[in-house]
Nanobody
């Protein structure tokens, strides 16, 4: 069982930055691929980025290309999402997710989910 707790969301003006964190419980963090998803009101949950434990990463390039960066600190059981040049369309609840294994998955077929953190970008 893995528990995920996100933090770092908030209100920011367009063009600003935020850094989300997701702390994972358990001692097997380095066997999980970690992902970030987001869901805006009235829209389906959307893949944002993922990172496995051997250094591979993937992004939803259509939405976040060049602006967001995922990283992980395996020693601290934490994954981060650095978000730069934020725009109002980035407003959403951001979710951290984990699945066992090395494969990067871009669909919401993850085993564990956090409760989400709200990101609001004002124009």
């Amino acid at each position: 069982q893995v528990q995920l707790v996100e933090s770092g969301g908030g209100l920011v003006q367009a063009g600003g930055s935020l850094r989300l964190s997701c702390a994972a419980s358990g001692r097997t963090f380095n066997t999980y691929t970690m992902g970030w998803f987001r869901q805006a009101p009235g829209r389906e949950r959307e893949f944002v980025a993922a990172a496995n434990y051997i250094g591979d990463t993937a992004y939803n390039t259509d939405s976040v290309k060049g602006r967001f960066a995922i990283s992980r600190d395996n020693a601290k059981n934490t994954v981060f999402l650095q978000m730069n040049s934020l725009q109002p369309e980035d407003t959403a609840v951001y979710y951290c997710a984990a699945h066992l294994g090395v494969n990067i998955i871009t669909r919401d077929q993850y085993d564990y989910w956090g409760q989400g953190t709200q990101v609001t970008v004002s124009s």
